[in-house]
């Protein structure tokens, strides 16, 4: 398992999450979002926009001020700045981590610390960067969930980890996880490499990054949820989704250093929406 990164990115400017993240006026809360997503302390996250789409990403996912969101392992803490600020003062920000069995003993134990580290480290960041109004930064690890935050959450998010809930194992109990955790009409929003819909299982399995679409539906609405709507959003026909040695060979990771690899840019992405079942 990569190695949780709790490392704070430079920045350039001091960025003040603007007084309309606690208005709910369209046009305000557009303005709050897109302000967040151009802050100068998010440095060279920035530069990966153009595959991820986090404006549009965030409006699909109907997150809005004051929400409380729950972000399922979030390091090196990418959509972390941007929801923080967006979320505003009346808005929680939970950044939520589960210890795998299997992993190191140094990973588990950075597992374990970070429920509290995380978000120290964050309101540090926040602080030296000189982040106002911004949301109250929580931490959570799934192997424990306190009844008091049963029910809470407006928003689950999953970014790019269904693939390893799926090879782990680990699915039924992460998405049970999810359901307490959301209150009766909350919503879980999932961004996820995309296999092509005839690839073969044995590479759509998980194990090389990519999963097609259809089965994570299937996945998804077994334990609890119903789809919601889908997104091209974060489509990219580039690429062919079926690199040997798995999406890893293609950018962000670019473990292939293969030039033709890089032109495509980041992996071909699902972007989903579900709602709790009663």
């Known amino acids: 398992m990569k190695k949780l990164?709790?490392?704070?990115?430079?920045?350039?400017?001091?960025?003040?999450?603007?007084?309309?993240a606690d208005h709910h006026s369209e046009s305000e809360t557009r303005a709050a979002l897109e302000a967040a997503v151009a802050a100068d302390w998010r440095g060279e996250d920035r530069e990966r926009d153009q595959y991820r789409h986090p404006?549009?990403?965030?409006?699909?996912?109907?997150?809005?001020?004051?929400?409380?969101?729950v972000d399922y392992v979030p390091p090196?803490?990418?959509?972390?700045k941007?929801?923080?600020?967006?979320?505003?003062?009346?808005?929680?920000?939970?950044?939520?981590?589960?210890t795998f069995e299997g992993g190191s003993p140094e990973g588990q134990a950075r597992q374990r610390v970070f429920p509290e580290v995380f978000p120290r480290l964050t309101r540090e960041d926040m602080e030296k960067n000189s982040i106002e109004n911004a949301a109250k930064i929580e931490g959570?690890?799934?192997?424990?969930?306190?009844?008091?935050?049963?029910?809470t959450a407006d928003r689950v998010l999953v970014?790019?980890?269904?693939?390893?809930?799926?090879?782990?194992?680990?699915?039924?109990?992460?998405?049970?996880?999810?359901?307490?955790?959301?209150?009766?009409?909350?919503?879980?929003?999932?961004?996820?490499?995309?296999?092509r819909a005839d690839a073969p299982y044995s590479y759509a399995d998980g194990n090389n990054g990519y999963?097609?679409?259809?089965?994570?539906?299937?996945?998804?609405?077994?334990?609890?949820f119903e789809l919601?709507?889908?997104?091209?959003?974060?489509?990219?026909?580039?690429?062919?989704?079926?690199?040997?040695?798995?999406?890893?060979?293609?950018?962000?990771?670019?473990?292939?250093?293969d030039e033709a690899k890089k032109a495509i840019g980041e992996s071909d992405r699902m972007t989903l929406l579900f709602k709790k079942r009663p």
Request: overall charge neutral; some cysteine.
């Open 140 to 151: 959570l690890n799934t192997i424990y969930i306190p009844e008091e935050m049963h029910g």
């Open 159 to 195: 970014f790019r980890m269904m693939h390893n809930l799926h090879r782990w194992g680990l699915v039924p109990e992460e998405l049970s996880n999810f359901r307490k955790l959301l209150k009766n009409d909350g919503m879980l929003g999932i961004v996820q490499h995309r296999a």
């Open 5 to 20: 990164l709790f490392a704070a990115a430079a920045c350039t400017m001091a960025f003040a999450a603007p007084a309309a």
């Open 76 to 80: 090196p803490g990418w959509y972390t």
């Open 82 to 98: 941007i929801l923080v600020p967006y979320l505003g003062s009346k808005g929680t920000y939970v950044a939520t981590i589960r």
């Open 55 to 69: 404006v549009e990403t965030i409006e699909f996912f109907q997150i809005k001020p004051g929400m409380t969101v």
């Open 228 to 257: 919601v709507a889908s997104s091209e959003i974060n489509a990219n026909p580039k690429d062919t989704a079926d690199h040997e040695g798995g999406v890893w060979q293609i950018p962000p990771r670019w473990a292939s250093q």
């Open 211 to 224: 999963m097609r679409q259809e089965d994570v539906i299937k996945l998804v609405e077994a334990h609890g």
